[in-house]
DNA sequence: ATTGTGTCATTCAATATTGAATAGCACACC
DNA sequence: GGTGTGCTATTCAATATTGAATGACACAAT
């Protein structure tokens, strides 16, 4: 028997709100930790619920419809709404065990918090940690992480901040490009090498401005957003790279170019919001995290 | 292992509503079609998700801790929305079969619904009803019922509503009653008998006030806003009532008193949402519905 | 034309969830 | 004290749901 409207279970909200913002049951599912198949079910489950076409089916994933379009107003609605529900929940929760979320930059994702997250994984058991490497900006007003390591100071309201340390940058090459190209002996011979940059953030950018070299998006001959992809190319051979410090020194194929040319270094912000800061097991990762970081100043 | 926050299925939500609006367990399984243990499970599920105690416990039910008073308000944010998205998709529901839920009061529910809802259930068996017999206003806006027929003309933004029929109303006594006190000859002795009122509902006190009587709630001597209640009070000779022409008729056991007095009769509107009122099988027993209540007039 | 990739839809064994039945409790009524 | 009522918590057979495996499709790359 088909439910009434009134009936719409809302987890079947859940769901759509997630295709919708994959663009796929595949992705959808990853995103939720549940199967494909199942994801399908409860697309078409909703749509008959509803009694109307939510997505339009393609070979490679599924575009939202009009109907599906203008319902992203109340689904993200009941998404904030979800996320206030679970921050004052939040204020209650005591424990010291459970989930914690974090979400950090790719690169500080791969590189700086593995042997940090390992240590205090073994340190304290109970404790689970959920790690989401994404270079955008998660929502900490509506739970979608507990705690941000962010590279700028964030502007949310009610959230704590955290000036944990400043990464000193280096300039690298590949040792492979070096010998083919020659090594530079002063910043002119720099600059007339190729650069690996940024496509839209505009990060490096500023940071050149900052050291003083006037360069504009057509200056890097390879450009990449995606931070891992962007070292990669660096490694490669595919340019000179800007990198934190204690990354190029830890990369057996790149060499650190002009070491005594002064670049600014980089902040590392952490976030989390303050009901959620004062939750005892978010407390002990932050203090982690604030350990961590400040052994690598 | 425990869900993160991030994740906590919405679901979960819609029961907390439920059990923190109806009181317990039992009760809200029987609002949402489910049974008492599954409820009891869910409630346990979202307590342990959110690592809070949201209600106490007693032997009549639940009762909402601090906690779970404070996050009604973000629950019932996300209810509000449910129904927004809901009535989006109404506008796409194209559909002549499906459920169509009506709300109208106790009486009409009892009493002239059923002759209507059946003729109609022959003529579309496509079509399901789900008939919430309730005195209170319901919220069209949410989608709690597509259409409501309510014995006032409803001033919700966006609803459409239609004055379909006038009521005619009778004083009434059962037999028994009246063998026994007497049978008024005039409207003094009328109001020497023992009257059935509501309690809090001042319909009928108006309706007295309109009619030239000054009484006041002290004047029944037996009350109840139940208006099933009421009939069979007056039915088994608890007092003098007011009730429907048409159900009064049909009541062998009482008789109409002075019936050249003239009442004023009680309007009945149907009201449904615009978007809603459009689709094809609501649109359908809405005309059904308009056919029944002309045929009384 | 062939191959590889990523997608959605289907099947069915495995797994999870549900609800009937029941126990136990608190309270009101007699 | 005994009985009736309405509640929550527990158990386990019945039922529903899930996801592994697979087929089919569209598209890009070769």
Redesign the pocket.
């Known amino acids: 028997m088909t439910q009434s409207f009134a009936d719409l279970d809302w987890s079947l909200v859940q769901t759509f709100l997630a295709v919708a913002e994959t663009g796929?049951?595949?992705?959808a599912a990853r995103v939720l930790g549940?199967?494909?198949?199942?994801l399908?079910?409860?697309v078409r489950e909703i749509e008959a619920a509803l009694g109307a076409e939510l997505f339009m089916?393609h070979?490679?994933?599924?575009a939202l419809s009009e109907t599906g379009a203008a319902m992203l107003g109340p689904a993200q609605a009941m998404r904030e709404a979800a996320g206030r529900l679970a921050l004052m929940a939040a204020g209650e929760d005591r424990r010291l065990t459970g989930p914690v979320r974090i979400t950090a930059s790719v690169v500080v994702s791969h590189f700086v918090l593995p042997p940090v997250l390992t240590r205090l994984r073994r340190e304290e058991p109970g404790i689970e940690i959920d790690l989401v490497a994404s270079d955008s900006s998660e929502n900490l007003l509506f739970r979608e992480a507990d705690i941000a390591i962010r590279m700028y100071r964030p502007g949310q309201l009610d959230v704590v901040t955290r000036h944990v340390t400043d990464l000193g940058m280096g300039i690298y090459a590949a040792t492979g490009y070096l010998d083919r190209v020659g090594r530079p002996a002063d910043v002119d011979g720099l600059l007339a090498l190729d650069w690996v940059g940024f496509d839209r953030n505009e990060m490096i950018l500023r940071g050149m401005a900052e050291a003083g070299w006037r360069v504009g998006r057509d200056f890097f001959k390879l450009r990449t957003d995606d931070q891992a992809a962007y070292w990669q190319l660096v490694r490669a051979g595919g340019g000179v790279g800007i990198m934190q410090q204690a990354i190029g020194a830890a990369e057996q194929l790149v060499e650190r170019l002009v070491p005594e040319l002064p670049l600014p270094s980089l902040p590392v912000w952490l976030t989390a919001h303050e009901t959620v800061r004062r939750m005892p097991r978010v407390a002990r990762v932050w203090e982690a995290l604030v350990a961590a970081f400040g052994a690598l100043s």
């Not at 796929?24 to 992705?27: E, F, K, M």
């Open positions: 796929s049951l595949s992705a549940v199967s494909q198949p199942t399908g079910r409860k089916r070979a490679k994933g599924l």
